[in-house]
Structures are given as C-alpha cells and as structure tokens.
C-alpha cells in the first residue's frame, strides 16, 4: 500500500503548520471526514490553478502567434488564462 501521508517536520513547516492547528481548534475541525473535506477542497483548488499555469506556459510557448496578432492576440490569451482560471466576466 503506498502511503498518502509523510512524516512532516512541522517545524520546517512554519507558519503554516500553526496557523491551521489554530483554525482547526477555533473551528471545531476534528473529525476525519471534515479535515479531509478541506484537503479535497485544496486538492481541487491546486489542480484548477496547474491547469491555470498549464495554459499561460501554452501561451508562452506559442507567444510568436499571439503576438502576430497584436492587441488582439493580447486579449486572446487574457481569455485563455481567465477561463483556465474560471474568471470569466
């Protein structure tokens, strides 16, 4: 079985680690399902902003047509990222 979990040092670790032992108690966050509901909720959130980085390095890597294209090809990728990004108008 692979692990999902390391051993941290939550020293090294710093602020961070503090900040959401602190939450946790404040909030009540105790049980496993709730403290992985949160963690899901981070899972999700990563993969929607890789998935955000993932398509500003496309642009990057085709720069040359967004900038034959000019303003337009400026706005263009603007869509691309905003989208990527979830933050349509």
């Keep these: ?6 051993d ?3 020293n090294a670790l ?5 900040k959401h032992v602190n939450a946790m108690t404040t909030e009540r966050l105790h049980a ?14 990563i993969a929607r ?7 500003v390095r496309n642009i990057a890597s085709d720069r040359e047509r ?3 294209l ?5 706005i263009a990728a603007v869509h691309v990222v905003d989208d990527a990004l979830g933050e349509q108008e």
């Design 1 to 6: 079985m692979t692990k999902l979990y390391a």
């Design 70 to 74: 000019g303003p337009r090809g400026f």
């Design 32 to 45: 496993k399902s709730h403290i992985a509901a949160e963690l899901a909720w981070r899972d999700k959130e």
């Design 49 to 55: 902003l890789r998935k955000a980085l993932s398509e």
């Design 8 to 10: 941290r040092d939550t």
């Design 66 to 68: 967004f900038v034959m």
């Design 14 to 18: 710093e602020p961070h680690y503090y």
